[in-house]
């Protein structure tokens, strides 16, 4: 009986410039593109939304440009958008009635991942999540 090999994991891989919120829907489009065959739909739809929320909290918050790296496998995905400012650790928090639409990614990063996280660089930090559903 021969062993079922598991297919190696692909990266989608992007950088944007500071302060281009523009940006933000390229990079949504190309992610969506990258899943459209390996994800699920609804999969699809959150990691969306949440590659929205992170990339512009990186641009808005640290005004240097972001690096997202999304990297699929069979039953992972783990999408990491990278700033490059040093000593801003984000945390969510409840945001007051007062604050609008406003600070509320990390709220909802916290509540539709499966994991998610911040990882300190060199040169600032890497904030991620990951969703661990099934190939389509």
Not at 13 to 34: K, M
Not at 86 to 112: F, I, K, M, W
């Amino acid at each position: 009986m021969t062993k079922r090999q598991e297919s190696p994991p692909v990266r989608l891989h992007r950088r944007l410039g500071n302060a281009d919120l523009s940006g933000v829907g390229e990079v949504r489009g190309a992610l969506r593109e990258f899943l459209r065959y390996r994800r699920p739909p609804e999969e699809i739809d959150v990691a969306e939304l949440l590659l929205s929320e992170l990339v512009t909290n990186a641009l808005i918050h640290t005004r240097n440009g972001a690096v997202v790296t999304a990297t699929s496998a069979p039953t992972r995905l783990r999408v990491e958008v990278r700033d490059f400012v040093t000593g801003q650790e984000p945390a969510p928090y409840v945001p007051n009635a007062d604050d609008g639409t406003h600070g509320r990614g990390l709220l909802l990063v916290q509540s539709l991942a499966d994991s998610w996280g911040v990882t300190a660089q060199a040169l600032g930090k890497v904030v991620w999540f990951e969703l661990h559903g099934r190939k389509p």
